[in-house]
């Protein structure tokens, strides 16, 4: 028989992702088919779980190795869980309890089973990255093909019906009117309102299809860009966020810019030139006036962009710094307001603003002038043809209908061109949106998508670090500098210094937020840069000095999107006396928790990033300050918490000035000073100096 509890310990240590609910039906469900065996029992469950990476080993106890551990032992007619631990092995079940064997030779004679995943992790992609937002579009666009084939058919469409206006006019004015033939004429209206309604149907059609998969193209581009930010390295994004903020909100006006302007490059521009051909079959010399609008048109489009080129680079610029004083001012509303930073704060944005308005207003004054001046021409261009086909009639080489029916069609070649003239203004803001997106596109991911991610069958026992060097972006002095450290299974190591040693940042580096510019972490025998993240997450968590909520509530702050049975989750906030946030109100885990967690204290704040690192159940902890923001008995409270919580193959290492927190909980001290290790030694002789000193 199967307990709810052996299974979530077996998945949660081998990092096996399982919902709660789902996981107890189906045991439910598996306990009661009597004619499978155990390990068939269990087989079942694993396929009812659709785990397909998944495979099940066993060996009997007598043959077990390193391999085995953590597995399942069969005992007393139910399973029970067992690890490995400096001890001995650990058996763990309900009806158990717990309890330590030295050797497994005292066990008598059964089978033990065990998990094993493929080395390489599922989450590797074949698929080339990325770094050019043309080439993202183009991607997404590829995807769906047949839109764009079908706004494409649905334009020329809608281009070719245009001709017939002009047809009609010309039959009308050239056939109907001269002798009156009205039965003609209601053929010709029957014909073209059928056509019109047609040519409507394709209207209506076209924008819906093009607003349909517009929305999708932007959903998939959002969540491409959104992801690239999730695997961003930390070192690598923007120092200000108001940068990374323009960079990432940029896609939505490239993405407007290139799927309009492609469909009128390939459709719209190339049917103004058709029509002018047309009018030139049919008008002769009209032709050459809207040919040289649509030149003299594209030319000065093009010396307006030119001219707003540097404007707009200086707009981008301003528009940084101003977002960049909007979050300073945001975040730091307390300080600002506290300090009476008021003053230097509004000084700052009314400058931004004024800058920003001087360059926009001579963009826009570029932007009108050209619009203007493109009207103007389309005006004298029409003008221009009347006058023209007027000689040309009385010359007797065109019709009136001709003559109407060339203006007509001139009305097709102006509005394309005056299209391309916006284009070509539009081009120099998309142009520096484009070249941000680019930027971001281009910075580099925390894992290469060609490269073969490992995933250990294991939980890590162990974590190394070798010629380590690492400083921050922009910074000449190395905050970290290590020749060699190490730290085993069961060890409780504490991290002293004084403010500016590199403690917080050995934290960082050890648990994988940032890499070396020179050295080796490894956990496993594995380069930690070389590991599956989930794998990472799953089996290294870290506590930050100041743990960041999110907008939401207490419960999702404290589960973060991940499936925590009621059951543990209510365990850790009994842990960790976390039932007084609940108290604030009668919402209880509902607590709204709004952006940053305001409303929280910091040393509640300090409890939510605890319960966090409680219910992922690491087997190596990397804290960081954990017990800064509380008082006395929460101290303590989160002492012996952590005591209760930790395994005893467990690797536990924080950064602290609190003296009772590291005699209380660690067997090993480091000093740092500088970025270097300068000692490392038993924590009893660090207890006795402090003592005495």
């Not at 930027?439 to 925390?446: A, N, S, V």
């Not at 069961?490 to 934290?507: D, F, H, M, P, Y």
């Not at 599956?532 to 907008?551: C, E, G, H």
């Not at 039932?579 to 040393?603: A, F, H, R, V």
Request: net charge positive; hydrophobic share 45%.
């Amino acid at each position: 028989m199967f307990e709810v509890g052996v299974i979530e310990q077996l998945f949660g240590q081998c990092g096996i992702p399982y919902r709660p609910a789902q996981l107890a039906k189906k045991l439910d469900k598996i306990n009661n088919r009597d004619s499978l065996t155990p390990v068939e029992k269990l087989q079942n469950l694993i396929e009812d779980l659709d785990l397909k990476q998944i495979s099940i080993q066993q060996a009997a106890v007598s043959q077990a190795g390193e391999q085995c551990f953590p597995g399942l032992i069969y005992l007393k007619q139910s399973w029970h869980f067992i690890q490995r631990t400096p001890e001995g092995y650990l058996l763990s079940s309900q009806s158990l309890g717990k309890k330590t064997v030295k050797t497994l030779d005292r066990l008598p004679t059964t089978v033990i089973v065990w998990l094993e995943r493929p080395e390489l992790s599922y989450a590797k992609s074949g698929e080339e990255r990325i770094t050019r937002v043309s080439g993202l579009i183009k991607r997404v666009a590829l995807r769906h093909k047949r839109w764009v084939l079908d706004l494409t058919i649905a334009t020329l469409m809608v281009n070719l019906f245009a001709i017939v206006t002009s047809l009609f006019a010309m039959q009308v004015y050239d056939r109907v009117v001269p002798s009156l033939a009205l039965d003609t004429l209601f053929s010709l209206v029957i014909g073209v309102v059928i056509i019109y309604l047609i040519d409507f149907a394709l209207k209506v059609t076209r924008a819906r299809v093009l607003d349909t998969k517009s929305s999708r193209i932007d959903a998939v581009l959002s969540h491409e860009v959104f992801s690239h930010l999730m695997k961003t390295r930390l070192d690598a994004l923007p120092s200000q966020l108001g940068t990374l903020t323009a960079q990432i909100s940029g896609i939505e006006s490239v993405r407007q810019f290139f799927t309009s302007s492609i469909l009128f490059a390939l459709v719209d521009l190339p049917f103004a030139l058709l029509f002018l051909a047309i009018i030139y079959l049919i008008g002769g010399p009209i032709a050459y006036v809207y040919a040289a609008f649509f030149v003299a048109s594209i030319i000065i489009g093009w010396i307006a962009q030119l001219r707003s080129q540097a404007l707009n680079r200086q707009v981008t610029l301003r528009s940084h710094e101003r977002q960049g004083v909007l979050v300073d001012a945001i975040k730091g509303a307390e300080t600002v307001k506290s300090t009476g930073a008021s003053a230097m704060f509004q000084n700052e944005w009314d400058a931004v603003n004024r800058s920003i308005s001087s360059f926009s207003l001579k963009q826009k004054s570029i932007s009108s002038f050209t619009t203007s001046l493109s009207t103007l021409l389309g005006s004298l261009a029409y003008a221009s043809a009347i006058v023209i086909g007027v000689h040309l009639i009385a010359e007797g080489e065109i019709t009136m209908g001709t003559m109407i029916a060339c203006s007509i069609l001139g009305g097709r070649v102006l509005g394309p061109v005056g299209q391309a003239v916006n284009y070509m203004i539009q081009f120099n803001n998309v142009k520096q949106s484009t070249e941000l997106v680019n930027q971001f596109l281009e910075l580099p991911e925390e894992r290469q998508r060609s490269e073969s991610l490992v995933f250990p069958v294991t939980r890590p026992q162990d974590i190394s670090v070798k010629g380590v060097r690492f400083a921050y972006p922009g910074s000449q002095l190395a905050q970290v500098s290590i020749e060699e450290f190490s730290a085993k299974a069961g060890e409780r190591i504490a991290i002293l210094g004084s403010i500016g040693s590199g403690k917080s940042t050995l934290l960082k580096l050890l648990a994988g937020l940032y890499k070396p510019q020179t050295g080796l972490i490894k956990t496993g025998g594995a380069d930690l840069w070389t590991l599956d993240p989930f794998y990472m997450t799953k089996n290294i968590s870290y506590l930050p000095q100041t743990p960041d909520l999110f907008k939401g509530t207490l419960k999702s702050n404290l589960t973060l999107g991940r499936n925590v049975s009621d059951t543990k989750l209510l365990h850790t906030i009994e842990l960790l006396n976390i039932t007084s946030i609940m108290e604030q109100n009668d919402k209880g885990l509902d607590l709204p928790i709004s952006e940053g967690g305001s409303g929280l204290s910091g040393g509640q704040r300090q409890l939510v990033g605890l319960a966090r690192l409680f219910l992922n159940g690491p087997s190596i902890w990397i804290l960081d300050e954990p017990t800064a923001a509380l008082d006395q008995s929460r101290q303590a409270t989160v002492r012996k918490a952590l005591q209760a919580v930790l395994q005893p193959s467990d690797i536990l290492i924080f950064a602290t000035h609190n003296p009772a927190l590291a005699v209380e909980m660690a067997n090993r001290v480091l000093v740092m000073e500088r970025g270097q290790i300068v000692k490392d030694v038993p924590a009893s002789s660090v207890t006795w100096r402090h003592s005495n000193g």
